[in-house]
């Protein structure tokens, strides 16, 4: 399965820096690019449950392939967040449910510093994306 070219751009932009600081400071800058849901998005309807920062999900199919945005109170949330986007937006219902979700942060070089909490929190995230799809078929 390739890769979106926003996923691509992550890893090379990633693998550019070389310290833990550097990519912290990366994965705030990948958080404070995405784009803002509109406050009528952010409802308790749109809210994934099982983070314990709060997290707001929507998604479209178009043309046969997902957009999703999202937003976080949490900044390095939004950042994890912003990533797992760069990797599944663009991508179909199939591909969606074959995401490997612990490779691709350990691609990023990030996955030592994920929480327990945070990947279930970004597991959870990435589960609801896979709801809303299988729920459009």
Known sequence: MSLPMDAVNA???FHAVGSWEQRARMLMQ??????????EDKVDANLVQGCES???LV?????????????????MIRGLVALLLARVNGLSAADLQAVDLPDWFNQLGLSRQLSPSRSNGLN???????ALSLAQN
């Open 30 to 39: 990948w958080g404070e690019r995405l784009p803002a849901l509109a406050d």
């Open 59 to 75: 998604g479209q199919l178009r043309d046969g392939h997902w957009q999703f945005a999202a937003s976080s109170d949490a900044r």
């Open 54 to 56: 709060l997290v707001w």
């Open 124 to 130: 959870a995230v990435l589960q609801r994306m896979r």
């Open 11 to 13: 890893l090379e932009a």
